[in-house]
């Protein structure tokens, strides 16, 4: 069962995440378990693997900002990193960026 304890103990910055869900615990949980399911974790693998840097960018934007709301540090942090990659149309292999973002998704469904 998720709990903010667990969150807090994989990285995340639980009070900030809190504090966007009007400290509704369960609100912020809930929001939590739903991100995990978010399409835009397979559409960035799907463009990389692609190599569409465009749709690659969308979705790295999205998880951007759905992540940094739930302060889900522990992934949002290399999801920044890619979509700046991304932004700049840096020509580079993604896919070891891309396989920590979705271990880090897959930990978090974990709990």
Not at 23 to 41: G, H, M, P, T
Not at 77 to 93: C, F, H, N, Q, S
């Amino acid at each position: 069962m998720l709990t903010v304890e667990k969150l807090r103990q994989m990285g995340a910055d639980v009070e900030s995440g809190l504090t966007r869900c009007m400290n509704n615990e369960a609100f912020y949980l809930r929001l939590v378990e739903k991100c995990v399911s978010d399409v835009n974790f397979e559409k960035l693998k799907e463009a990389v693997e692609a190599g569409d840097l465009k749709s690659a960018f969308e979705a790295a934007h999205g998880l951007k900002g759905v992540l940094g709301n739930l302060s889900l540090t522990q992934i949002y942090d290399p999801v920044v990193e890619i979509t700046e990659l991304l932004r700049a149309e840096t020509k580079m292999d993604y896919t070891q960026l891309v396989q920590t973002i979705l271990e880090k998704r897959d930990a978090l469904k974990t709990l």
